[in-house]
């Protein structure tokens, strides 16, 4: 499998952070309109280098980056154009449908509600869709880190029939257990919203057994560290549930090898796959680590020993995970088995 044909292939991503995912001559000129004058440096290569978290070695080293990336999305006209570029950059890649997320409360800084940051990010997913047709819906985060999580679902809510499709809880993850915002996610649920939640990425299964039982995910950011409940061919009861409900995984092979600091054959993607786990391949921070879902693929191939059928089946569960409609999973569906097919 070349490259050229991995681009090619329609692809399906559930975990996509849009302010880990700006151009880096956005950022230098979203600074510039804004006054921003933090940047460490306004050379496109320097600034580059200095956003690549590839030698972080742990999420909070990792998440230093975007201290300055939300530093320019704070008005409406740069978080939709970001949106828009999102949705432009995604195409390029092979991408048909994305669930790109953020948290609004972030962009609060210079005085924009919640509700203006959904709607901008909105926008630029609807311009970005009819220029390329692909398909964006939001996941709204609250942070594990900040109080009043209650105020992010209730701003998602409001949103829920015109393009926000999920809730999920993103920052860091040891110390801030996801049952301190249990009623944050049950509101978003009582609305319609789907439930996402970051667990098992610097934390074990605990972590994971939390955003099921507390939070009620549906799927699961990153899970990884399920393997930390894993002996040989023995499942622990995390694990058991997580196979045999078939929960999916959002897995992040790339922004995981940076913030752990392990290597690519290390990674536990080919360990899960072939166990029967319910993975799904994803982006993460295309900025902070410097990737593309193509970037991915490969590195599944490359390292994993994916074969064209496997590629498939991931993509396939990302379909049967999206927060989506069944008539749009049938027609993702289609459109990936034809390529497929060909």
């Not at 151009?23 to 200095?50: H, N, Q």
């Not at 099921?212 to 009861?237: V, Y």
């Not at 498939?312 to 995970?321: E, P």
Request: a negative charge.
């Amino acid at each position: 499998m070349n490259r050229t044909w991995l681009a090619r292939l329609p692809k399906v991503e559930l975990h996509n952070h849009l302010d880990g995912g700006l151009r880096i001559a956005t950022v230098i000129e979203l600074a510039r309109e804004s006054g921003y004058a933090g940047l460490p440096t306004s050379d496109p290569d320097e600034l580059s280098k200095w956003f690549f978290r590839g030698g972080s070695g742990s999420l909070e080293r990792y998440l230093e980056g975007f201290e300055h990336t939300i530093a320019v999305l704070q008005t409406r006209p740069a978080i939709k154009r970001v949106a828009y570029e999102a949705g432009l950059d995604l195409h390029a890649d092979g991408v048909v449908y994305a669930e790109i997320r953020f948290a609004p409360v972030l962009n609060t800084r210079r005085g924009l509600r919640r509700e203006d940051a959904i709607e901008a990010a909105l926008l630029g997913f609807a311009e970005a869709r009819a220029e390329t047709g692909i398909r964006i819906n939001l996941i709204v985060d609250a942070m594990r880190n900040l109080p009043d999580s209650e105020r992010d679902a209730r701003a998602a809510a409001a949103y829920a029939d015109s393009g926000v499709v999920g809730f999920d809880l993103a920052g860091p993850e040891a110390g801030y257990p996801p049952g301190a915002h249990r009623r944050a996610c049950e509101y978003a649920a009582e609305h319609g919203l789907s439930i996402t939640i970051h667990a098992g990425e610097a934390d074990g299964p605990n972590s994971i057994a939390a955003a099921l039982d507390e939070c009620g995910a549906m799927r699961i950011g990153h899970g990884i560290r399920i393997t930390d409940d894993i002996a040989g061919a023995t499942f622990g009861p995390v694990a058991t549930r997580v196979h045999r409900d078939r929960i999916p995984l959002e897995v992040c092979p790339t922004s995981n090898l940076h913030t752990l600091g392990i290597s690519a054959a290390a990674h536990p993607l080919g360990e899960l796959f072939r166990a029967g786990f319910n993975v799904t391949l994803n982006t993460d921070n295309r900025l902070m680590s410097a990737v593309t879902l193509t970037d991915e693929f490969e590195l599944a191939v490359r390292h994993h020993g994916f074969t064209e059928a496997d590629l498939h089946r991931v993509t396939r569960n990302a379909v049967a995970g999206a927060f989506v409609d069944g008539d749009t999973r049938r027609r993702l569906a289609d459109l990936v088995d034809a390529a497929y097919a060909s």
